[in-house]
């Protein structure tokens, strides 16, 4: 008998699945005064048979404004950043991604893959983040960085330059916006002024402050960076795969198959870094971060490569 309920439970579920964008598009065709037939391509065409739909909401620090992505009604693969009081109002627009995308911009092949492993299928604002304070809203948008500021509602350009700009945090206090780009970590002061590398030896087969595959694809950690909490030091990874073989291997897609390298199983060496007050203007210095200088800043998790199974 068990069966048999949870049976007809996930028969009306899927009734109910169905009925909704049935009874959507029967309200549309009541507007036009003619009924149309339900096609796979109208169920994948614009607007978006559910209705506008609230993505990655999040509530400012205070309590006092939710945020979230909505795709606009005549593409629903291209989302804009809204926002609305917690005590009642309407909702409004803060950001319209379609017209911060730079004219002719394409996705880098790598942004294409971090946005594939993220599972992000949509253009424009497709992430934000508050700062701690809630007084930003760090907006990127295809590979430039915009930051809202809650206190005059202005919306500000922080980068314009063609490289991507990944991993992009406001820090702790809300002095800086730190960012990797081209597998160095860069810093630009909230306040104005020019950015700064951290870190100028960074390449592709040895980055600094970004995740290697294994921990985006396996242990679901996208940042290879951490602030101090009173913003003085930055813990950060080096990730070194020249050890790792490269082979070839064939990649067959709807326009026909093609041959890329892709690298094997071989040993990747990470090794935590901590950069001290090098954002300051006072004397700083790259160094590995011991074990009996982590105390609260840091702390160590050892994985056995051997393990085939949790």
Known sequence: ???????SFSLRFAVLALAAPTAALMAQSGATGAAQPLTPARVYADPDLSGPRARAVKLAPDGTLVTWLRAKADDQRMTDLWAA???????????????????GRALSEAE???????GIQSR??????????????????????????????????????TADKIDAKVSPRGSYV???????????????????????????????ATAEFIAQEELDRDTGYWWSPDERRIALAHVDTRGVDVVPRPDIGAAGATIVSQGAVS???????????????????????????C?????FECLA???MAL
């Open 1 to 7: 008998m068990p069966r048999i309920r949870h049976a």
């Open 85 to 103: 009081d917690t005590k009642g109002g309407e909702p409004r627009l803060l950001v319209d991604g379609r017209k911060l995308i730079p004219q």
């Open 112 to 118: 294409i893959a971090r946005r594939e492993r993220q």
């Open 124 to 161: 424009g604002v497709v992430d934000y983040a508050w700062d701690e304070q809630g007084r930003f809203l760090l907006v990127p948008v295809e590979g430039d960085l915009w930051l809202w500021s809650r206190a005059d509602g202005n919306l500000r350009r922080l980068t314009a330059t």
């Open 178 to 208: 730190s960012f990797v780009r081209d597998d160095n970590l860069y810093l630009q002061p909230v306040a104005g002024g020019p950015e700064r590398a951290l870190t100028g030896d960074g390449s592709e087969l040895q980055s600094w």
């Open 267 to 293: 040993p990747i060496r990470t090794v935590l870094h901590w950069l001290d007050d090098s954002f300051s203007g006072r004397a700083s210095g790259r160094n590995r971060l011991p074990l009996d200088h």
């Open 295 to 299: 105390g609260r800043a840091a702390g």
């Open 305 to 307: 490569v051997d393990e």
